[in-house]
């Protein structure tokens, strides 16, 4: 026991001559060493009191620029599109002159159904849609024979919708670019086709043609059919031909279009050929002289030569 109570005295003992001993020397008593700060595992911190930690800012990703090929589509895409006009329009009917490969806009809107009138006469094949759940769409005819006429018919569920539609038939591939506006739909569109229209007055100046004579105001009696073709027998030789005292014709078979014609030269009488001046109307050669000799030449490695001879009738009735 004496132990137990002999150590608190002596220390007491110690704090007072400390104390009297700082109070004579005028000195500040010692500060006490502050508590070691005792570092505290996450895992110990658990059951503590949550503390704020600051956000990290998000970074925001730049968006992706499109490439070179993707511009380029865009461009292309633009400049191939067809926006309706007000001076294309006939009532309330778009007309478009009809392009290969042109790209036509198409307003519609919802509760409106737009009409796409095709060529008369010009069968469907396909429809195709690029989205076919929010847009309805679907065909049908009118008109008759040789007249009726197909009818594509559209319509979007809502507005703000956009996409395109690809319709195919007998004759040709359009391609339109629909977009579905709040209350601006419309009504219909249709084409002109001046291709087909350039092909009908071809035709019709062909066989304005080859109905009209290729001599023109001369008597059958001012012909003369005195020449002899000769030589090689490729697909052009021509038929028979003849003048009329003042110009030459050369006739030759009906297919002379569908293949290279043969260029015609001038042999004179030292066999030596050049070129002349000849037109072709229809499937005649005319050449604005009489000559005595001529050839037809077509070819490289194998070359085809058909000779035109003139005779003198007199000479050959003197000598029968």
Known sequence: MTRCISAPLG????????????????????????????VVPARARSTSPAVAVPAIPHRRSRPRMPSPAERGVAVANHAATREPI????????????????????????????????????EVLVS?????????????????????????VLLKPFSAGLATNLV????????????????NTAMVALSWTYPQDALIVLRRAEQEERAATPVAKGI??????FNYVISGDRPAWRPLRAFDDGRQTYVEFPANLGMGEAPPLFLVDRKGEAQLVNYRLEGRFYVVDRI????????????????????????????KS
């Not at 007072?16 to 001993?21: E, K, Q, R």
């Not at 007000?86 to 009917?93: L, P």
């Not at 429809?127 to 076919?132: F, K, M, R």
């Not at 319709?167 to 709040?182: K, N």
């Open 11 to 38: 220390a007491l003992a110690l704090l007072a001559f400390g104390a009297s001993t700082h109070a004579r020397t005028g000195a500040a008593p010692p500060k006490s060493p502050a508590p070691k700060s005792r």
């Open 86 to 121: 007000a001076a294309g329009f006939v009532d309330a009917v778009q007309i478009y002159p009809f392009s290969e490969g042109s790209l036509y806009q198409v307003y519609a809107a919802p509760e409106h159904v737009t009409d796409v009138a095709l060529q008369p006469g």
């Open 127 to 151: 429809v195709a849609a690029g989205d076919t759940a929010r847009w309805v769409i679907g065909d049908t005819t009118s008109g008759s024979g040789a007249e009726k006429r197909t009818h």
């Open 167 to 182: 319709v195919t038939t007998d004759r040709r591939s359009y391609h339109l670019a629909l977009t579905a506006t709040l």
């Open 219 to 224: 008597a059958p009696g001012q012909l003369r």
């Open 291 to 318: 000559f005595d000799a001529a050839e037809l030449r077509l070819g490289l490695k194998h070359q085809d030569v058909v000779r035109i001879t003139r005779f003198d009738e007199s000479a050959m009735r003197r």
